[in-house]
């Protein structure tokens, strides 16, 4: 469907010179257009895993090549970028709170919901999300439906390398106040994080719900119920405590959704 595009996203990747031409530019203009439309998104499902949509990720690099300064004013406010802001939040069926901010080349689903909040250039947050106050939803970061952002919410974004999958919060997931997710970590659907988990790709994530703690990196399964911990490591100069996360159960299947979402922390005695 894509096949023109993809062909003139690669070449000018490989040659910038061609960006000298108006039908190369076009191209990437086109792409970004279809991601502000979600019609194109940089990474989807693919069976059990997801794939990243390179070429995706490419055009949105080569937009920023592209595109001139400018002036945007929005009384009372004014900006000097490269990138429009989103518009249409009305017809988009979208609500967004002052002052949330979402850039053109991002897709907001129906019924998400902006609280003071800041979404960038490729991300996707699908219908019914609530992003709460001053969390941000970095490049190419893939959010589910149904997921809640809790206040100062930091999700990462990521351009470069091109291959390098972006951080993706599947469907369901409640993320606690001032939690941080980054460099590609993957959160599967249903899971809550409490407040303050923060997450990279060298985290060490423990599970301490069966006898033995069992350790992992990089995505926190289905239905995980997590919260900040930290290991003993050894090191030169002597031992110290290293943050990490803590499985310490499963969101109840008795339990209705929209209740477990709020409550399933309070389950286990800790605090949202």
Not at 118 to 127: D, H, K, L, P, T
Not at 168 to 182: A, L, Q, T, Y
Not at 251 to 269: C, E, M, Q, Y
């Amino acid at each position: 469907m894509f096949e023109k595009l993809v062909t003139f996203i690669n070449k000018a990747w490989d040659s910038r010179d061609l960006l000298k031409h108006q039908h190369y530019c076009q191209a990437i203009r086109d792409v970004v257009d279809l991601l502000d439309k979600g019609e194109v998104r940089v990474a989807e499902p693919a069976g059990n895993c997801w794939k990243v949509n390179e070429w995706v990720k490419k055009a949105v690099i080569l937009y920023f090549s592209i595109q001139e300064m400018k002036v945007t004013i929005n009384s009372p406010f004014e900006f000097y970028d490269k990138i429009d802001l989103k518009k249409d939040f009305k017809k988009l069926g979208v609500r967004v709170v002052p002052h949330a901010i979402a850039r053109y080349g991002s897709y907001l689903a129906k019924g998400v919901v902006l609280m003071p909040s800041y979404i960038n250039i490729g991300a996707r947050v699908g219908e019914g999300t609530m992003v709460d106050t001053w969390a941000t939803v970095g490049s190419c970061a893939q959010v589910g439906k149904n997921v809640h952002l809790s206040g100062g919410v930091g999700i990462g974004g990521v351009l470069e390398p091109i291959q390098a999958k972006p951080v993706i919060v599947e469907d369901n997931c409640f993320i606690g106040s001032r939690c941080i997710i980054v460099e590609g970590v993957r959160i599967e659907k249903a899971a809550v994080l409490g407040a303050n988990v923060v997450l990279t790709k060298s985290t060490r994530i423990i599970d301490v719900t069966g006898k033995e703690p069992v350790s992992s990196k990089g995505i926190i399964p289905s239905a995980s119920v997590v919260i900040p911990g930290s290991y003993t490591k050894e090191f030169s100069a002597g031992k110290f405590q290293v943050p990490c996360a803590l499985i310490i159960g499963k969101r109840k299947r008795s339990t209705d959704l929209k209740t477990s979402l709020n409550n399933a922390l309070r389950d286990f005695n800790v605090v949202v």
